[in-house]
């Protein structure tokens, strides 16, 4: 014979679940409920993870793969004029070196001014060619002006700087602005899958996922309808996010359509060094008029003893070099192609979440013959509208609308301002952008290093084919009644006791 205290019993005492029969006390249902909110919250955790950590790895590709075509373009360069320059080549290659981590860090977002830089890589050159081409005179800083001066008419780098301004410029507003979008989207997927439930919110799941166990309906399921308006409501401020979120997919893959092609950002960045080594070469080629004119400008005119150092066959080689990188090309258009197609998928992630939640939760249910929030019976009401505005009515979840999430609309707001500047890129037009590498990859972003991160294989957005998380059991025909609900009352009172000893 069972003992009294585990057979069912009226439910007056009961705060969350209905009073009806139940075997369920206060103190349960309490641990339940907790239990229930821990559960759906893990859930939401654990899909914002996966999304996250998605965003993460192709931020990762996209990121070590740029810095990686920075640096063979670097190594170029460098290879090219220690082989053509000799003995001036320790002169200029420091300058060089300076360019490209002025390039990194303009690209990290590190608060370098692109055209400052590529104005001080002429300059610094300017002053190099001149020191070298008279190393006895005093370069004083009127002389440098006044050669500066100069150098804007009678332009010895060529077409160069001009070409280069506009390209690298259009170029680097581009990457830095999609890698940018890769950073803030998950970090607002961080934020955001970290908001906690509200108590309205754990109450409805409750009521949705162990009242009907209190209930002794051991292989009743909830209805579908019926989840989708918990869910829904519990969900409503993370759905507001669903328009930014979607314009900030739409700029991102439009900004990825200026990767395409031989005028794309890999095809630049490659044939970087050798519009760096045309410019030089341009500069060798007229010394001695420069020099001259200089000279007679900016003061006593004298001797040079620098000209044309390249020769044709040295200005062939560095050609045929550049073109054997080029044909390298198409990589980089390749990773933010992969990226475009997982941002499509995930451009409907925020209202498929309740959704996919429920697939977790509730799996199919009979919907005739369901848990519908307060007995085994068909759902009735309409199943609401995604976002907070649409909840006025949800018959589950009480909620203010006029009372928003305010760490969801810091997100909103983070996705309009990295969409505008996505669209000014996609124009051409440089924008500011800060680096959050840090606070994506840090040691408190909740971002996953390699396989450290444990993914909940119950959830997945958008897949549907997920097992359920609660013990909701197979339905099996005959098996109905008391005992059925004695037994289930013995284990939730034996879980409840588990979960006391385990607070202790």
């Not at 300058?95 to 002429?122: K, M």
Request: contains cysteine; negative net charge.
């Amino acid at each position: 014979m069972v003992p009294e205290h585990f057979q069912q019993q009226a439910g007056e005492h009961l705060r969350v679940c209905p009073q009806g029969y139940t075997c369920c006390t206060s103190e349960m249902e309490e641990q339940l409920s907790n239990m229930s909110r821990q559960e759906v919250e893990k859930l939401v955790r654990e899909a914002g993870r996966s999304l996250q950590t998605s965003l993460q790895n192709q931020y990762r590709s996209f990121d070590g793969y740029f810095l990686e075509l920075l640096n063979r373009s670097e190594y170029s360069l460098l290879h090219s004029l220690r082989s053509t320059e000799g003995q001036h080549y320790a002169q200029n290659a420091h300058v060089f070196r300076d360019l490209y981590s002025d390039l990194r860090d303009h690209y990290r977002g590190n608060g370098v001014n692109l055209e400052e830089a590529l104005n001080d890589l002429w300059a610094r050159l300017l002053e190099q060619f001149l020191r070298a081409s008279d190393p006895q005179r005093d370069m004083g800083d009127d002389f440098l002006e006044c050669a500066s001066k100069q150098a804007d008419l009678l332009r010895p780098f060529g077409d160069a700087p001009r070409d280069l301004k506009l390209k690298a410029i259009r170029t680097f507003v581009v990457a830095r602005s999609f890698r940018q979008g890769l950073l803030v989207s998950a970090e607002v997927v961080r934020k955001v899958s970290q908001v906690p439930l509200s108590p309205e919110c754990n109450n409805a799941i409750m009521r949705l996922t162990y009242c009907p166990q209190c209930r002794g309906l051991v292989d009743i399921k909830p209805c579908t309808s019926y989840c989708r308006n918990v869910m829904k409501g519990c969900l409503a401020n993370q759905a507001d996010l669903d328009t930014e979120w979607g314009n900030l997919v739409d700029a991102m893959l439009q900004v990825a359509e200026r990767f395409k092609g031989a005028s794309g950002v890999e095809m630049f960045v490659l044939a970087l060094s050798a519009h760096l080594s045309d410019a030089v070469l341009s500069m060798q080629e007229n010394a001695e008029v420069f020099s001259s004119k200089v000279l007679q400008a900016c003061g006593s005119p004298g001797e040079t003893n620098v000209g044309s150092s390249l020769s044709e066959e040295i200005r062939a080689q560095g050609k045929v070099h550049v073109e054997d990188q080029a044909t390298a090309g198409g990589r980089l258009e390749k990773l933010v192609m992969d990226t475009c197609r997982k941002l499509k998928d995930m451009q409907q992630y925020w209202t498929q979440l309740p959704n996919a939640l429920c697939k977790v939760t509730a799996g199919a249910a009979n919907e005739e013959n369901c848990w519908n929030g307060v007995a085994q019976a068909r759902y009735l009401p309409q199943v609401m509208g995604d976002g907070l505005a649409n909840q006025i009515n949800n018959p589950e979840v009480e909620i203010d609308i006029t009372k928003p999430d305010m760490t969801v609309r810091q997100q909103i707001m983070q996705l309009k301002i990295t969409t505008n500047r996505l669209k000014n890129a996609f124009d051409g037009n440089d924008v500011d952008f800060l680096d959050t590498s840090d606070d994506i990859s840090g040691s408190g972003s909740g971002m996953c290093h390699g396989d450290l991160c444990h993914h909940d294989p119950r959830l997945s957005i958008p897949r549907t084919d997920q097992p359920n998380i609660f013990a909701y059991p197979a339905e099996k025909k005959g098996v109905r009644g008391s005992g059925n609900k004695t037994i289930l009352c013995s284990v939730l009172l034996v879980l409840s006791l588990i979960t006391v000893l385990l607070q202790r």
